[in-house]
Protein backbone atom coordinates (compact mmCIF):
# COMPACT_ATOMS: atom_id res chain seq x y z
CA UNK A 1 0.00 0.00 0.00
CA UNK A 2 1.24 3.55 -0.77
CA UNK A 3 1.89 5.51 2.38
CA UNK A 4 -0.49 8.30 1.31
CA UNK A 5 0.40 10.16 4.59
CA UNK A 6 3.36 11.69 2.96
CA UNK A 7 1.09 13.34 -0.18
CA UNK A 8 -1.60 14.48 2.73
CA UNK A 9 -1.52 17.55 4.69
CA UNK A 10 -2.72 17.08 8.41
CA UNK A 11 -6.07 18.70 7.18
CA UNK A 12 -6.62 16.21 4.59
CA UNK A 13 -5.14 13.53 6.37
CA UNK A 14 -7.94 14.60 8.71
CA UNK A 15 -10.55 15.00 6.30
CA UNK A 16 -9.71 11.36 4.59
CA UNK A 17 -10.13 9.93 8.07
CA UNK A 18 -13.89 11.50 8.83
CA UNK A 19 -14.90 9.87 5.54
CA UNK A 20 -13.69 6.83 6.22
CA UNK A 21 -15.03 6.87 10.12
CA UNK A 22 -18.61 7.65 8.44
CA UNK A 23 -18.07 4.65 6.16
CA UNK A 24 -16.68 2.26 9.00
CA UNK A 25 -20.06 3.58 11.38
CA UNK A 26 -22.22 2.47 8.42
CA UNK A 27 -21.01 -0.62 8.02
CA UNK A 28 -20.92 -1.42 12.13
CA UNK A 29 -24.64 -0.08 12.02
CA UNK A 30 -25.44 -2.95 9.82
CA UNK A 31 -23.70 -5.53 12.22
CA UNK A 32 -24.15 -4.32 15.51
CA UNK A 33 -27.66 -4.44 17.58
CA UNK A 34 -28.72 -1.14 17.96
CA UNK A 35 -28.03 -0.11 21.91
CA UNK A 36 -24.52 -0.82 21.39
CA UNK A 37 -24.32 0.39 18.34
CA UNK A 38 -25.78 3.70 19.79
CA UNK A 39 -23.71 3.63 23.00
CA UNK A 40 -20.57 2.65 22.11
CA UNK A 41 -20.16 3.09 18.35
CA UNK A 42 -21.55 6.14 17.34
CA UNK A 43 -20.27 8.25 20.48
CA UNK A 44 -16.70 7.26 18.98
CA UNK A 45 -14.95 9.98 17.14
CA UNK A 46 -11.66 10.03 14.98
CA UNK A 47 -9.48 12.51 16.93
CA UNK A 48 -6.18 12.91 14.97
CA UNK A 49 -4.08 11.54 12.32
CA UNK A 50 -0.44 11.40 12.88
CA UNK A 51 1.70 9.25 10.77
CA UNK A 52 0.32 6.18 10.44
CA UNK A 53 -1.31 5.67 14.02
CA UNK A 54 -5.30 7.10 13.91
CA UNK A 55 -6.83 8.09 17.63
CA UNK A 56 -9.86 7.44 18.35
CA UNK A 57 -11.62 8.88 21.06
CA UNK A 58 -14.31 7.53 23.44
CA UNK A 59 -16.19 8.60 26.30
CA UNK A 60 -16.29 5.55 28.68
CA UNK A 61 -13.73 3.01 29.47
CA UNK A 62 -16.79 0.17 28.55
CA UNK A 63 -17.08 1.62 25.27
CA UNK A 64 -13.19 1.72 24.60
CA UNK A 65 -13.22 -1.93 25.80
CA UNK A 66 -16.13 -2.90 23.61
CA UNK A 67 -14.48 -1.21 20.53
CA UNK A 68 -10.96 -2.57 21.11
CA UNK A 69 -12.14 -6.06 21.64
CA UNK A 70 -14.62 -6.82 19.29
CA UNK A 71 -14.45 -4.46 16.41
CA UNK A 72 -11.01 -2.97 16.28
CA UNK A 73 -10.18 -5.37 12.98
CA UNK A 74 -12.72 -4.12 10.88
CA UNK A 75 -12.27 -1.09 12.14
CA UNK A 76 -8.90 -0.67 11.15
CA UNK A 77 -9.70 -3.15 7.58
CA UNK A 78 -12.22 0.09 6.43
CA UNK A 79 -10.16 3.11 7.52
CA UNK A 80 -6.88 1.18 5.67
CA UNK A 81 -9.11 0.61 2.18
CA UNK A 82 -10.35 3.97 2.29
CA UNK A 83 -7.57 5.92 3.41
CA UNK A 84 -5.64 3.79 1.04
CA UNK A 85 -2.37 3.13 3.40
CA UNK A 86 -1.22 0.92 6.26
CA UNK A 87 -2.95 1.78 9.42
CA UNK A 88 -2.70 1.75 13.43
CA UNK A 89 -5.47 2.09 15.35
CA UNK A 90 -5.68 3.20 18.70
CA UNK A 91 -8.84 3.86 21.11
CA UNK A 92 -8.75 6.82 23.80
CA UNK A 93 -10.57 7.02 26.95
CA UNK A 94 -11.68 11.06 26.42
CA UNK A 95 -13.82 11.78 29.42
CA UNK A 96 -16.99 13.94 29.58
CA UNK A 97 -18.39 14.03 25.86
CA UNK A 98 -16.18 17.05 25.04
CA UNK A 99 -14.70 17.23 21.43
CA UNK A 100 -11.95 19.67 23.02
CA UNK A 101 -8.80 17.35 22.05
CA UNK A 102 -9.80 18.02 18.24
CA UNK A 103 -8.55 21.46 18.51
CA UNK A 104 -5.28 20.59 19.80
CA UNK A 105 -4.51 18.69 16.92
CA UNK A 106 -5.58 20.61 14.23
CA UNK A 107 -2.85 22.08 11.86
CA UNK A 108 -0.18 23.65 12.96
CA UNK A 109 0.61 25.88 10.02
CA UNK A 110 -0.76 29.36 9.80
CA UNK A 111 -4.29 29.33 8.27
CA UNK A 112 -5.72 31.43 5.43
CA UNK A 113 -7.37 34.63 7.15
CA UNK A 114 -10.61 34.32 5.73
CA UNK A 115 -10.83 30.15 7.23
CA UNK A 116 -10.05 31.43 10.74
CA UNK A 117 -12.27 34.36 10.50
CA UNK A 118 -15.13 31.99 10.22
CA UNK A 119 -13.72 29.41 12.80
CA UNK A 120 -16.84 29.16 15.94
CA UNK A 121 -14.88 29.15 19.45
CA UNK A 122 -17.85 27.60 20.96
CA UNK A 123 -17.34 23.72 21.15
CA UNK A 124 -21.15 22.13 19.77
CA UNK A 125 -23.81 21.95 22.56
CA UNK A 126 -25.01 18.20 23.57
CA UNK A 127 -28.99 18.92 22.33
CA UNK A 128 -29.61 16.21 25.27
CA UNK A 129 -28.18 18.14 27.88
CA UNK A 130 -31.07 20.14 28.66
CA UNK A 131 -33.16 21.44 31.64
CA UNK A 132 -36.01 19.06 30.79
CA UNK A 133 -33.63 15.68 31.22
CA UNK A 134 -31.54 17.39 34.30
CA UNK A 135 -33.08 15.40 37.48
CA UNK A 136 -33.42 18.05 40.70
CA UNK A 137 -32.43 16.92 43.98
CA UNK A 138 -31.36 18.05 47.27
CA UNK A 139 -27.16 17.94 46.32
CA UNK A 140 -27.68 19.54 42.85
CA UNK A 141 -31.12 22.12 43.52
CA UNK A 142 -28.97 25.51 43.87
CA UNK A 143 -26.88 24.95 41.00
CA UNK A 144 -29.69 24.19 39.01
CA UNK A 145 -32.06 27.35 40.15
CA UNK A 146 -28.96 29.69 39.28
CA UNK A 147 -28.31 28.11 36.19
CA UNK A 148 -32.34 28.21 35.34
CA UNK A 149 -32.16 31.85 36.62
CA UNK A 150 -29.29 33.00 34.04
CA UNK A 151 -30.63 31.36 31.37
CA UNK A 152 -33.88 33.52 31.50
CA UNK A 153 -31.84 36.76 32.49
CA UNK A 154 -28.28 36.53 31.56
CA UNK A 155 -25.68 39.29 32.73
CA UNK A 156 -28.78 40.31 35.78
CA UNK A 157 -28.97 37.78 38.41
CA UNK A 158 -25.75 35.37 39.30
CA UNK A 159 -22.75 36.53 37.83
CA UNK A 160 -20.66 34.89 37.23
CA UNK A 161 -21.97 31.55 38.34
CA UNK A 162 -19.52 29.42 39.26
CA UNK A 163 -20.76 25.27 39.54
CA UNK A 164 -18.11 23.18 41.17
CA UNK A 165 -18.57 19.67 42.39
CA UNK A 166 -16.69 15.64 41.72
CA UNK A 167 -16.90 13.99 38.28
CA UNK A 168 -19.78 13.05 36.61
CA UNK A 169 -22.48 14.67 38.59
CA UNK A 170 -24.28 17.32 35.99
CA UNK A 171 -21.85 19.96 35.68
CA UNK A 172 -21.18 19.97 31.68
CA UNK A 173 -25.12 18.89 31.44
CA UNK A 174 -25.87 22.08 33.18
CA UNK A 175 -23.77 24.21 31.42
CA UNK A 176 -25.10 22.81 27.95
CA UNK A 177 -28.23 23.08 29.06
CA UNK A 178 -28.06 27.31 30.02
CA UNK A 179 -26.66 27.76 26.64
CA UNK A 180 -29.34 26.29 24.70
CA UNK A 181 -31.71 27.32 26.72
CA UNK A 182 -30.41 30.84 26.63
CA UNK A 183 -30.15 30.64 22.97
CA UNK A 184 -34.27 29.65 22.71
CA UNK A 185 -34.86 32.71 25.15
CA UNK A 186 -32.89 35.09 23.08
CA UNK A 187 -32.51 34.01 19.56
CA UNK A 188 -29.46 35.76 18.23
CA UNK A 189 -27.77 35.77 21.07
CA UNK A 190 -23.94 34.74 20.93
CA UNK A 191 -23.19 31.92 23.42
CA UNK A 192 -19.84 30.44 23.33
CA UNK A 193 -19.23 27.01 25.37
CA UNK A 194 -15.36 26.40 25.43
CA UNK A 195 -13.71 23.96 28.76
CA UNK A 196 -10.72 25.54 30.07
CA UNK A 197 -8.70 22.86 27.88
CA UNK A 198 -10.31 24.22 24.67
CA UNK A 199 -9.26 27.99 25.97
CA UNK A 200 -6.15 26.80 26.16
CA UNK A 201 -5.32 25.59 22.91
CA UNK A 202 -7.33 28.52 21.35
CA UNK A 203 -5.26 30.84 22.56
CA UNK A 204 -1.78 29.23 22.04
CA UNK A 205 -2.69 28.33 18.59
CA UNK A 206 -3.55 31.78 17.87
CA UNK A 207 -0.39 32.81 19.68
CA UNK A 208 1.48 30.31 17.70
CA UNK A 209 -0.50 31.89 14.38
CA UNK A 210 -0.02 35.44 14.72
CA UNK A 211 -3.86 35.64 15.51
CA UNK A 212 -4.46 37.02 18.85
CA UNK A 213 -6.32 40.21 17.76
CA UNK A 214 -8.94 37.43 16.06
CA UNK A 215 -8.81 35.71 19.21
CA UNK A 216 -9.42 38.81 21.06
CA UNK A 217 -11.94 39.90 19.06
CA UNK A 218 -13.94 36.98 18.73
CA UNK A 219 -13.94 36.41 22.33
CA UNK A 220 -15.13 39.62 23.23
CA UNK A 221 -18.10 39.64 21.05
CA UNK A 222 -19.98 36.91 23.03
CA UNK A 223 -23.19 37.27 25.42
CA UNK A 224 -23.24 34.30 27.07
CA UNK A 225 -19.52 32.61 28.12
CA UNK A 226 -19.80 29.17 29.58
CA UNK A 227 -16.41 28.27 30.64
CA UNK A 228 -16.43 24.09 31.61
CA UNK A 229 -13.23 22.97 33.89
CA UNK A 230 -11.52 25.97 34.44
CA UNK A 231 -8.85 23.81 36.93
CA UNK A 232 -7.30 23.27 33.24
CA UNK A 233 -5.94 26.81 33.85
CA UNK A 234 -4.44 26.23 36.83
CA UNK A 235 -0.67 26.62 35.93
CA UNK A 236 -0.53 27.67 32.57
CA UNK A 237 0.74 31.33 33.53
CA UNK A 238 0.15 33.15 30.31
CA UNK A 239 -3.07 31.00 29.48
CA UNK A 240 -4.10 32.38 32.95
CA UNK A 241 -3.46 35.59 31.98
CA UNK A 242 -5.39 35.83 28.41
CA UNK A 243 -8.27 34.61 30.62
CA UNK A 244 -8.13 37.04 33.10
CA UNK A 245 -8.36 39.78 30.46
CA UNK A 246 -10.88 37.87 28.44
CA UNK A 247 -12.83 37.79 31.65
CA UNK A 248 -12.86 41.44 32.65
CA UNK A 249 -13.49 42.34 28.88
CA UNK A 250 -16.90 40.25 28.82
CA UNK A 251 -18.09 40.99 32.61
CA UNK A 252 -17.51 44.65 31.70
CA UNK A 253 -19.46 44.90 28.90
CA UNK A 254 -22.61 43.09 31.30
CA UNK A 255 -22.44 39.94 29.62
CA UNK A 256 -23.06 36.50 31.78
CA UNK A 257 -19.96 33.67 32.43
CA UNK A 258 -20.60 30.62 33.90
CA UNK A 259 -17.57 28.35 35.03
CA UNK A 260 -17.34 24.73 35.96
CA UNK A 261 -14.76 23.19 38.05
CA UNK A 262 -13.61 20.32 39.89
CA UNK A 263 -12.74 22.46 42.92
CA UNK A 264 -14.15 25.06 45.12
CA UNK A 265 -12.43 28.59 44.33
CA UNK A 266 -10.40 29.03 47.05
CA UNK A 267 -8.82 25.67 46.58
CA UNK A 268 -8.07 26.07 42.80
CA UNK A 269 -4.68 27.94 43.11
CA UNK A 270 -5.66 30.71 40.34
CA UNK A 271 -4.61 34.19 40.77
CA UNK A 272 -6.36 35.91 43.44
CA UNK A 273 -6.97 38.54 41.46
CA UNK A 274 -9.50 35.99 39.53
CA UNK A 275 -10.24 34.68 42.73
CA UNK A 276 -11.91 37.65 43.98
CA UNK A 277 -13.69 38.31 40.67
CA UNK A 278 -15.31 34.36 40.89
CA UNK A 279 -16.33 35.33 44.83
CA UNK A 280 -18.06 38.56 43.41
CA UNK A 281 -20.80 36.24 42.02
CA UNK A 282 -22.70 32.85 42.99
CA UNK A 283 -20.76 30.10 43.91
CA UNK A 284 -23.18 26.82 43.96
CA UNK A 285 -21.70 23.09 43.96
CA UNK A 286 -23.03 19.76 43.18
CA UNK A 287 -22.36 16.78 45.17
CA UNK A 288 -23.05 13.06 44.44
CA UNK A 289 -26.80 12.54 44.42
CA UNK A 290 -29.47 10.74 46.92
CA UNK A 291 -30.85 7.65 46.79
CA UNK A 292 -33.95 9.12 45.21
CA UNK A 293 -32.78 11.34 43.00
CA UNK A 294 -30.41 8.55 41.69
CA UNK A 295 -33.50 6.24 41.28
CA UNK A 296 -35.26 9.83 39.40
CA UNK A 297 -32.03 9.81 37.38
CA UNK A 298 -32.70 6.14 35.90
CA UNK A 299 -35.97 6.35 34.87
CA UNK A 300 -35.55 9.45 33.10
CA UNK A 301 -33.16 7.84 31.71
CA UNK A 302 -34.65 4.38 31.07
CA UNK A 303 -37.83 6.32 29.71
CA UNK A 304 -35.58 8.66 27.30
CA UNK A 305 -33.64 5.37 25.56
CA UNK A 306 -37.05 3.62 25.70
CA UNK A 307 -35.85 0.80 28.38
CA UNK A 308 -38.22 -0.83 30.55
CA UNK A 309 -37.27 -1.01 34.01
CA UNK A 310 -38.99 -2.10 37.10
CA UNK A 311 -38.27 -0.51 40.30
CA UNK A 312 -36.25 -3.47 41.47
CA UNK A 313 -34.00 -3.22 38.62
CA UNK A 314 -33.57 0.62 39.22
CA UNK A 315 -33.31 0.35 43.01
CA UNK A 316 -30.67 -1.85 42.89
CA UNK A 317 -29.19 0.18 40.10
CA UNK A 318 -29.46 2.94 42.44
CA UNK A 319 -27.99 1.25 45.35
CA UNK A 320 -25.00 -0.20 43.65
CA UNK A 321 -23.60 3.11 42.18
CA UNK A 322 -23.88 5.79 44.77
CA UNK A 323 -21.12 8.62 43.54
CA UNK A 324 -20.95 9.09 39.61
CA UNK A 325 -23.96 9.69 37.65
CA UNK A 326 -21.88 9.56 34.65
CA UNK A 327 -21.20 5.57 35.99
CA UNK A 328 -24.95 5.13 36.99
CA UNK A 329 -25.71 5.63 33.47
CA UNK A 330 -23.25 3.26 31.82
CA UNK A 331 -24.33 1.15 34.01
CA UNK A 332 -28.18 1.14 32.94
CA UNK A 333 -26.92 1.04 28.90
CA UNK A 334 -24.76 -1.61 29.90
CA UNK A 335 -27.38 -3.46 31.38
CA UNK A 336 -30.17 -3.04 28.96
CA UNK A 337 -27.33 -3.99 25.63
CA UNK A 338 -26.32 -7.19 27.47
CA UNK A 339 -29.96 -8.22 27.51
CA UNK A 340 -31.07 -7.54 24.80
CA UNK A 341 -27.81 -9.09 23.07
CA UNK A 342 -28.69 -12.19 25.41
CA UNK A 343 -32.56 -11.92 23.98
CA UNK A 344 -33.52 -11.95 27.65
CA UNK A 345 -35.55 -9.29 29.87
CA UNK A 346 -33.61 -7.52 32.80
CA UNK A 347 -34.10 -8.42 36.11
CA UNK A 348 -32.59 -7.61 39.79
CA UNK A 349 -30.82 -10.75 39.03
CA UNK A 350 -29.37 -10.18 35.66
CA UNK A 351 -28.76 -7.03 36.96
CA UNK A 352 -26.63 -8.34 39.50
CA UNK A 353 -24.99 -10.87 37.52
CA UNK A 354 -23.92 -8.17 34.66
CA UNK A 355 -23.16 -5.04 37.47
CA UNK A 356 -22.13 -6.47 40.45
CA UNK A 357 -18.73 -7.53 38.75
CA UNK A 358 -17.94 -3.74 37.10
CA UNK A 359 -19.73 -1.54 39.44
CA UNK A 360 -19.94 -3.32 42.35
CA UNK A 361 -18.62 -0.78 45.04
CA UNK A 362 -16.71 -3.48 46.81
CA UNK A 363 -16.38 -6.01 44.02
CA UNK A 364 -15.30 -3.80 41.50
CA UNK A 365 -12.06 -3.44 38.86
CA UNK A 366 -12.38 -0.09 39.64
CA UNK A 367 -9.06 1.71 39.90
CA UNK A 368 -7.98 3.84 42.67
CA UNK A 369 -5.09 5.22 44.09
CA UNK A 370 -3.67 2.33 45.78
CA UNK A 371 -3.57 0.03 42.61
CA UNK A 372 -1.89 2.40 40.35
CA UNK A 373 0.98 2.95 43.13
CA UNK A 374 1.60 -0.93 43.31
CA UNK A 375 1.21 -1.02 39.39
CA UNK A 376 3.87 2.24 39.07
CA UNK A 377 5.93 0.60 41.30
CA UNK A 378 6.48 -2.46 39.89
CA UNK A 379 6.90 -0.92 36.05
CA UNK A 380 9.94 0.99 37.55
CA UNK A 381 10.47 -1.72 40.15
CA UNK A 382 11.01 0.43 42.60
CA UNK A 383 9.53 0.13 46.58
CA UNK A 384 6.00 1.20 46.89
CA UNK A 385 7.15 2.88 50.28
CA UNK A 386 10.02 4.85 48.30
CA UNK A 387 6.96 5.41 45.80
CA UNK A 388 4.85 7.05 48.48
CA UNK A 389 7.81 8.42 50.38
CA UNK A 390 9.86 11.82 50.54
CA UNK A 391 12.62 10.04 48.97
CA UNK A 392 14.03 12.69 46.09
CA UNK A 393 16.35 10.55 43.78
CA UNK A 394 15.92 10.86 40.51
CA UNK A 395 14.61 7.45 39.84
CA UNK A 396 11.85 7.65 42.12
CA UNK A 397 10.10 11.22 41.54
CA UNK A 398 9.63 10.40 38.06
CA UNK A 399 7.62 6.98 38.96
CA UNK A 400 5.80 9.17 41.55
CA UNK A 401 4.77 11.54 39.68
CA UNK A 402 3.49 9.47 37.01
CA UNK A 403 1.76 7.16 39.50
CA UNK A 404 0.17 10.58 40.50
CA UNK A 405 -0.42 11.73 36.91
CA UNK A 406 -2.01 8.17 36.31
CA UNK A 407 -4.23 8.57 39.47
CA UNK A 408 -5.68 11.77 38.31
CA UNK A 409 -6.08 10.46 35.17
CA UNK A 410 -7.82 7.05 35.99
CA UNK A 411 -9.51 7.65 39.47
CA UNK A 412 -11.89 10.10 40.21
CA UNK A 413 -9.17 11.12 43.78
CA UNK A 414 -9.32 14.94 44.35
CA UNK A 415 -6.40 16.50 44.15
CA UNK A 416 -5.68 16.49 47.87
CA UNK A 417 -6.58 13.36 48.35
CA UNK A 418 -4.00 12.00 46.01
CA UNK A 419 -1.50 14.25 47.79
CA UNK A 420 -2.59 12.28 51.32
CA UNK A 421 -1.37 8.98 49.58
CA UNK A 422 1.61 10.10 48.61
CA UNK A 423 2.50 10.53 52.40
CA UNK A 424 0.56 13.75 52.77
CA UNK A 425 1.81 16.06 50.03
CA UNK A 426 0.27 18.83 49.12
CA UNK A 427 -2.19 19.21 46.28
CA UNK A 428 -0.36 21.80 44.50
CA UNK A 429 2.42 18.89 44.02
CA UNK A 430 0.36 17.06 42.86
CA UNK A 431 -0.39 19.62 39.96
CA UNK A 432 2.88 20.05 39.32
CA UNK A 433 3.59 16.91 38.79
CA UNK A 434 0.99 16.11 36.55
CA UNK A 435 1.96 19.38 34.30
CA UNK A 436 5.15 18.00 34.21
CA UNK A 437 4.12 14.46 33.02
CA UNK A 438 1.89 16.16 30.53
CA UNK A 439 4.90 18.14 28.95
CA UNK A 440 6.56 14.98 28.25
CA UNK A 441 4.07 13.56 26.98
CA UNK A 442 4.15 16.24 24.58
CA UNK A 443 7.55 16.20 23.73
CA UNK A 444 8.04 12.44 23.86
CA UNK A 445 6.53 9.41 22.03
CA UNK A 446 8.22 6.81 23.36
CA UNK A 447 7.15 8.11 27.06
CA UNK A 448 3.48 8.44 25.92
CA UNK A 449 3.33 4.54 24.36
CA UNK A 450 4.68 3.63 27.75
CA UNK A 451 2.24 5.57 29.97
CA UNK A 452 -0.23 4.30 27.25
CA UNK A 453 0.92 0.52 28.15
CA UNK A 454 1.48 0.73 31.81
CA UNK A 455 -2.67 2.37 31.95
CA UNK A 456 -3.63 -0.09 30.03
CA UNK A 457 -1.91 -2.88 32.58
CA UNK A 458 -3.24 -0.95 35.19
CA UNK A 459 -6.83 -1.57 33.51
CA UNK A 460 -6.14 -5.66 32.97
CA UNK A 461 -5.41 -5.99 36.62
CA UNK A 462 -7.74 -7.61 38.83
CA UNK A 463 -7.93 -6.22 42.08
P1 LIG B 1 -19.56 16.55 35.06
O1 LIG B 1 -19.42 17.61 34.03
O2 LIG B 1 -19.95 17.07 36.40
O3 LIG B 1 -18.37 15.64 35.13
P2 LIG B 1 -21.65 15.61 33.34
O4 LIG B 1 -22.46 16.83 33.22
O5 LIG B 1 -20.78 15.27 32.17
O6 LIG B 1 -20.78 15.63 34.66
O7 LIG B 1 -22.62 14.41 33.68
C1 LIG B 1 -22.29 13.04 33.43
C2 LIG B 1 -23.50 12.34 32.93
O8 LIG B 1 -24.47 12.25 33.95
C3 LIG B 1 -24.17 13.05 31.76
O9 LIG B 1 -24.62 12.10 30.84
C4 LIG B 1 -25.33 13.78 32.40
O10 LIG B 1 -26.40 13.91 31.51
C5 LIG B 1 -25.68 12.87 33.54
N1 LIG B 1 -26.22 13.61 34.70
C6 LIG B 1 -25.51 14.16 35.71
N2 LIG B 1 -26.32 14.71 36.61
C7 LIG B 1 -27.57 14.52 36.17
C8 LIG B 1 -28.87 14.88 36.67
N3 LIG B 1 -29.02 15.53 37.82
N4 LIG B 1 -29.94 14.50 35.94
C9 LIG B 1 -29.79 13.82 34.79
N5 LIG B 1 -28.62 13.46 34.28
C10 LIG B 1 -27.51 13.80 34.95
MG1 LIG C 1 -17.80 18.00 32.77
Known sequence: MVDKQLQLGEDDAFLALGNAWKHALEVLEEQVNKPSFESWIKTARPLAVEGNLVRIATTSSFARHWLESKHIGLIKEILETDMGMKLKVRVELIEGDEPVILTDKLPKKPKPQSKSDDEP?????????NFETFVVGPTNRLAHACAMAIAESPGRTYNPLFVYGGAGLGKTHLMHAVGQAAMA???????????GEAFTYHYISSLREHRTADFRRKYRSIDLWLVDDIQFLVG???????FFHTYNAIYEMGKQIVLT?????KDLNLDTRLLSRFECGMIADVAPPDLETRMAILETKAEFEHIALSNDVILYIAKLITS?????????IQLHAYASLMKTSVTPTLAEEVLSKHFGEQAAPVIDAQKVQLEVAKKFNV?????????????????RQIAMYLIRELTDCSLPSIGKAFGGRDHTTVIH??????????????????????ERQIRDTKV
Open 261 to 265: SDRAP
Open 433 to 454: SCKKIEEKLENDKSFAALLKEL
Open 383 to 399: DLSDLKGKCRSADIVMP
Open 236 to 242: KERTEEE
Open 121 to 129: ISLPLNSQY
Open 185 to 195: NFPGMKVAYVS
Open 324 to 332: NVRRLESAL
